[in-house]
């Protein structure tokens, strides 16, 4: 028998999912202590009495987390209230030093904002709804396979400063669950306020599933999905606590409210061992932190100082340059090679050429490389330059992709690298025409049945004149020289 | 809102207090005793009154994102009861427990 | 008890070099003796380490110059035992923090060190502050130094004693609901709270954190004042300090009382009151009148709500404050059945009888059911005691005065239920609930007990309450101790 697939199960069963991100904000100090919060540190080195949550220590908020919250809330669209307020959530966990996270709870920081995620095939919008974002500090680490016996604690991580974007019930399957998270982390991206990456768990998805008949319209009874690595890993839960779901359903079941966890390995949901109703959080406002008070005039300059999204953005270049639906997509998928496309093309002056030469040339060298495009050892005036070489006949296109390794190896200029590797292009008659005799000589018969009207052997010709020359002779005027020659 | 046994060993747990049963049902008996006076409360009528959130009105002081840190003159070693290779060490949990369980 | 040198002849002296800060330190280590201030005797101090504290005060008088004298120079100062200190143990008086040294400095310690002073010792306290008699200490009860078979009140009661005592003319305590004024009260020295956000808690080891200020004992109002001035002031590492000035409180001593406007709150006058200490309160009311102060009755309706209101808020704090007592990081750890077991076993053991009391108490008034019953409606009853506070100052009444405490110190062991003895906060709570400074100061005698006379200002009204303070102080005389 095999397992029925979320696919076909969707025919009469709608999927309803609501998604709890946490986002690290990319701060140089914690959320409420002066400690770094630098990644890979010796495990308790990045530690004082705050975050160790030693006797007597006191939280102090971090103005920069502030800001980049602000910032995040106001580009999902969300209104970010004039006072929000600090709250305990208390529990119990080693990782969790003072016993509560501070956290906000009925006064966030920002509320009701909305993402677009696609087009429906009609061109309608498909969004989905931010029901909040709140600030809040996070937690350790516990190493659980490291000593027999012992959980190893490292409170490097504790405090560091986190948003919780919390989205309405408002997506209808695992691939909308995928869009969302993939234009939530794209939108982060361009505020520059995180590293967004679930690999290093800068960015974290619990799930909320539930399932009802196609028609039905009120929300059956969700489950919590949480431990997914990666996007696809949260798309791959979704679909099989689905299918779970509807499979109890189908046989008159019920779902149980609960904590259901993936197993990444081995493709499986299965329900946490965690007890309904011992949830018990206790919240009640901070009175270590006071209100949270901003005032509307920043909140409003926030919004207008807000990098460009990348909707935004997106329009822009298919405006500003013309580009075709594909080119924009890969120009901007993220915002430092969007910076790094917009920088060849304005000094170029030659938008399409220099979308080329970033999708192709660029993005080879740096998936080779393993590069980032913003330690990338070319810098866009530099190849802007070398585009302008081409364009002013200075060099050949084949010379300019050999100048570009060597830009990339040596970090030189274009022209520098022309002049010192004979690259400049030649297209001084007397130096073609010797060379094209040479050919000539060397290839009797490709000759002759050029002469005899095989038009395509110029290619051939052509090419070994350009082997000859290593890529330095102008092969249009190359051409022109053919064709005077054999009177074709 | 009489405190049961029941309650008491609710509370204890989400408290982390290991409790005797002696000591829970004395507990009980102190709770309610204690809470009985609270109820002076329910009389008053506080209708449209805020709840007092955090002493302070002149809002939140917030701090440059910089360091260095409040420096710590002793070491981890010093104080922590159980320290190694620099990770504080506690009895094993399985590696998916969650906070509740804990 | 003979009274020691107060801190005006002590920075005198120390500056001219009349005496060294070595001979002073060693003279309060002789008090000690003299006094029996040891385990044995009165119980006042959890620790203090004669020879480190010997060495510091050589290290300050090496470091004496001829510039101006600092403003604490040469005085010793004891701190209670909740407050962080790098020598000396930090352990709340608790089990759960026996042998623990503080890797870090609180704010008001650094800032003593600073104003020349000599910290001495850690003084005994009720475990985590929660309590009224220093009884409830894992070292054992402090005594009374006026009558050694009752309690010193407290939960700063070992830092009372110290200065009734007479080993030091001022210590650090810490309010929470009372627990400077009440000692104060009962031992016969000047107790000061000062406003809430007015002193740094950066430090102060957390009971409930909305209500805790840090506050002074001094021998005599001037020794309050000057000690009060010299840990006020924004913090930046507690957000909830307030950036105002600081004044120079003992320059309140200079102001009359001439058209000012004391309140006598007929709340805290009540028929069951006992009638010596009504006496002795007006005859207060007297003196004050006598020196130009107006007396105006006033009344603030919701003052007998704020022991509920206490009882609810500050144990539902102290239940979070506390869960980092947990064995994982510091202090005490006893091992149990795994992590879970280790908590519960760390934590039972490592807590007395009222701390857990009040852990289980705050618990619940949190827990999913019964947080709008009983502490949101706390908060919100706090809110109109804070009102009642509010519309008395400003109606024109300067400072408010009251008894400190219903009754004087009882015996040690005499209130076994844990409700009465919250009764002995009833006329100090409310400055905490509202965030008010207050001051307790003696005014006589009952049977020999002291009698503590309470100020209460409005926020931030300190000097005002320290003009009245020392204006009675000085028109009481021998009487406030006789």
Redesign the interface.
Known sequence: MTAPNAEALMRDWEMVVGLEVHVQLKTRTKAFCSCSTAYGAPPNTNVC?VC??????????NAQAVVLATRAALALGCTVHPQSVFA?K?Y?Y?DL????QISQFDRPLATGGQVEIGRHANGSPICVGVTRVHMEEDAGKSVHDRYAGA?A?DLNRAGVPLIEIVSEPDMRSAREAGAYLRVLKQILEYMRVSDVSMEEGSLRVDANVSARRRGETKLGTKTEVKNMNSFSGVERALEMEFVRQVGVLEQGGRIEQQTMLWDGAAGQVRPSRTKEGSH?Y?Y?PE????PLLLEQEWIDRARDELPELPAARRARFASEYSLGEYDVEVLTADPELADYYESVARASNDAKASANWVMGEVQAQLKASGHEITTFRVRPHDLAELLNLVRDGVVSHTAAKQIFSHMVATGDTPAQIAEREGLVQVNDDSQLVGWLDEVVAEMPTEAERFRNGERKLSGVLVGAVMRKSRGRADPRRLNQLLAERFGT | ?A?TID??R???A??????SDERAAS?AQ??N???G??D???A?D?SG????????A?G??V?ADKGPP???????D?????VRDGF?L????STHDTAE?? | MSTPPSITDLRTRTHSGAVGIHDTVAGALDRMKQVKAGRDGLNIFVSLDEKHVRKHADACDGLLSHAEPTPLLGVPVAIKD???T?HHP?T?GSRI?EG???????TVVRRLRDAGAVPFGKTNMDEFAMGSSTEHSAYGPTRNPIAPDRVPGGSSGGSAAAVAAGIVPAALGSETGGSVRQPAAFCGVVGVKPT??RVS??????F???LDQVGVFGATVDDAARTMHAIAGRD?????T??LPVPEYHRASERSLRGLVVGRAKEYFPDSLDSRIRARCDAAFEKLRENGAEVRDVSLP?T??A???Y??VAP??A??N??????????L?V??D????????T??QG?GAEV??R???G??????G??D????????????I?GDFARVFGSGVDVLFTPTTPTPAFPIGAISD??EM?LSDIFTATANLA?VPAMSQPIGRVDGLPIGGQFIAPHFGEEMMFSFAYALERALGAEAHS
């Open positions: 009495p160790l949550a030693l006797p007597g220590a006191l939280p102090v908020l305990r208390n119990f080693p030093p003072k016993g509560y959980t604690i018990d206790r009640f009175p270590d932190l006071p | 809102m405190v309650d008491v609710h509370v204890a989400l408290a982390r207090l290991g409790l507990l102190e709770m005793t204690i809470l006076h609270m002076a409360l329910s008053v506080t009154v805020d709840a007092v959130a955090g002493v302070g002149g939140l002081p701090r409040i420096p710590l003159l002793r070491s981890l010093a104080f922590a009861p159980e504080l506690v009895p094993r949990l369980e804990a | 909740n407050i962080a790098l930090t709340c923090l623990y040294v503080s890797p870090y400095e609180a809430y956000g808690r950066f430090g102060l080891v957390a409930a954190s909305s930046p590492l507690d957000s909830t307030a950036d919701h007998e709500l022991i509920p209101v009882y609810i539902a704090e239940s979070s506390l869960a980092r007592f947990d064995g994982v990081r510091y202090g750890r091992e149990g795994g992590l879970r077991g280790m908590y519960e076993a934590r039972s807590f857990t009391r852990i289980m108490i618990t619940y008034v949190l827990s999913a019964y947080y019953a009983y502490y949101r409606k706390a908060q919100q009853v706090r809110t109109l804070t844990p409700y919250y965030g």
